[in-house]
């Protein structure tokens, strides 16, 4: 739905474009479509033009099915990572930087990040003894 957040006092071009997906409900007439909307949005009309609609598409890709993520009572999930795939040392003036490059559990390929070696060694030791395995052989 477009310019709804409007309404909530957020604005400015860091305010989303867009919200949702939301269920359609029925179409009313030619032009308009009622929507499902959730209780936080209870003081917004469920009735909107097709002009402030656009058709969610999603990548089948990027789903993760629910059965491979253990959710904790608070609905958060610990992310874990998998392997470690590269390996940098920034210069800095004084000082240098290494990083690692992880793929984390039910992340894609795409969405893997670079994170400080010494953190992770601490964090994640069982990830470096691999490595340490592979250059001894």
Same mark, same amino acid.
């Given at each position: 739905?477009?310019?709804?957040?409007?309404?909530?006092?957020? $604005?400015?071009?860091?305010? =989303?474009?867009? /919200?949702? #997906?939301? @269920?359609?409900?029925?179409?009313?007439?030619?032009?308009? *479509? &009622?929507?499902?909307?959730?209780?936080?949005?209870?003081?917004?009309?469920?009735?909107?033009?097709?002009?402030?609609?656009? $058709?969610?598409?999603?990548? =089948?890709?990027? /789903?993760? #099915?629910? @059965?491979?993520?253990?959710?904790?009572?608070?609905?958060? *999930? &610990?992310?874990?990572?998998?392997?470690?795939?590269?390996?940098?040392?920034?210069?800095?003036?004084?000082?240098?930087?290494?990083?690692?490059?992880?793929?984390?559990?039910?992340?894609?390929?795409?969405?893997?990040?670079?994170?400080?070696?010494?953190?992770?060694?601490?964090?994640?030791?069982?990830?470096?003894?691999?490595?340490?395995?592979?250059?001894?052989?």
């Amino acid at each position: 739905m477009k310019r709804v957040m409007r309404q909530f006092g957020k $604005k400015g071009k860091l305010s =989303p474009r867009y /919200i949702g #997906p939301y @269920k359609v409900i029925r179409r009313i007439g030619q032009v308009a *479509y &009622e929507l499902e909307l959730p209780q936080v949005l209870s003081t917004v009309h469920r009735v909107f033009h097709v002009s402030m609609l656009r $058709k969610c598409v999603g990548d =089948p890709s990027r /789903i993760t #099915p629910t @059965k491979d993520v253990q959710v904790t009572r608070d609905l958060t *999930y &610990e992310e874990v990572p998998i392997v470690i795939l590269d390996r940098q040392v920034r210069k800095l003036r004084n000082k240098e930087v290494t990083s690692v490059k992880v793929l984390w559990r039910n992340q894609q390929v795409e969405e893997v990040t670079w994170e400080a070696e010494e953190a992770m060694e601490l964090k994640y030791p069982h990830l470096f003894q691999i490595d340490e395995k592979n250059e001894n052989a």
